[in-house]
């Protein structure tokens, strides 16, 4: 009489149940693809600023605007075919990177400097435009360059570039940080500080409505934006696409439309 082996039934119903649950993995994966998604809900949703023109901002008619938006629409055109199949959903530049790893966006197109330190948490498409920092004074300020900022107040937003730069190269100034430029701003005009640091494009729309105010301008510092993606497998094919999407518009003049509209040189 043959005597049953529980061993072995044992290790072939584990066996079974690593294949059923490896199976199970692979096919949560594939639906959990960024692109089949997108596809499947005939939409993006798309992190966005609102208070950083020319990049992202509310206009005076109450309508959301500027370079990221028009990309936004521009890249929904190419990848869905209508460039209102897109959802904007407000981001601070401290708040992009959770967005994008909570899940509650796709992607964020919000003047977003590619910097290895963001690498390691999120990845980033290739860039779309290149700025500099700089500083923004009141035209009667004698401040002339960065090295001017120690022992001064410095205003800067809340977990961007310029943060770092700042407690980088001028370790005894004090620095003020804000998470929107709506509150930097509305403190550097209540003469709070004496200097706001941030990209040289940005300032540039600040000073559009604001002529009290000069840029200074140093090569201290490039900044190339990206457009920025949760880093995971799932999220790997639509990168694909939106680099090829870039590289497409880069070629057919669209991007260097966009930047002509909205971007004064």
């Known amino acids: 009489m043959k005597i049953f082996d529980f061993k072995k039934y044992f290790a072939l119903l584990i066996i079974g149940f690593v294949l059923i649950a490896g ?7 594939q639906e959990e693809d960024l692109m089949q998604k ?7 949703v798309i992190g966005v600023k609102y208070d950083t023109k020319p990049f992202g901002f509310i206009d005076k008619n109450q309508k959301l605007q500027g370079f990221d938006i028009d990309l936004s629409r521009e890249i929904a055109k190419r990848l869905l075919g209508r460039e209102d199949a897109v959802e904007f959903q407000q981001v601070t530049t401290s708040s992009r990177i959770i967005s994008l790893t909570s ?14 330190k963001r690498r390691r948490v999120i990845d980033f498409s290739n860039p779309y435009y290149i700025a500099s920092q700089a500083l923004m004074v009141p035209v009667s300020s004698n401040i002339q360059g960065v090295h001017d900022l120690n022992g001064k107040r410095v205003i800067v937003i809340l977990g961007s570039t310029a943060e770092e730069t700042i407690r980088n190269l001028c370790p005894n100034a004090s620095v003020l940080g804000f998470r929107t430029y709506t509150d930097a701003f509305s403190s550097l005009r209540a003469n709070r500080a004496d200097a706001l640091v941030t990209d040289d494009i940005i300032i540039s729309g600040l000073m559009i409505d604001n002529p009290g105010y000069k840029m200074i301008k140093q090569n201290y510092s490039k900044e190339p934006y990206g457009i920025g993606f949760k880093k995971s497998p799932e999220t790997l094919s639509i990168q694909e696409q939106i680099n090829g999407i870039l590289e497409n518009m880069r070629s057919d003049g669209t991007l260097a439309r966009i930047r002509k509209k909205w971007i004064l040189e």
């Open 23 to 29: 199976l199970s993995s692979c096919a949560k994966r």
């Open 38 to 44: 997108v596809l499947k809900r005939d939409k993006l």
């Open 103 to 116: 899940g509650n966006v796709d992607m964020v197109i919000a003047s977003m400097t590619i910097t290895p």
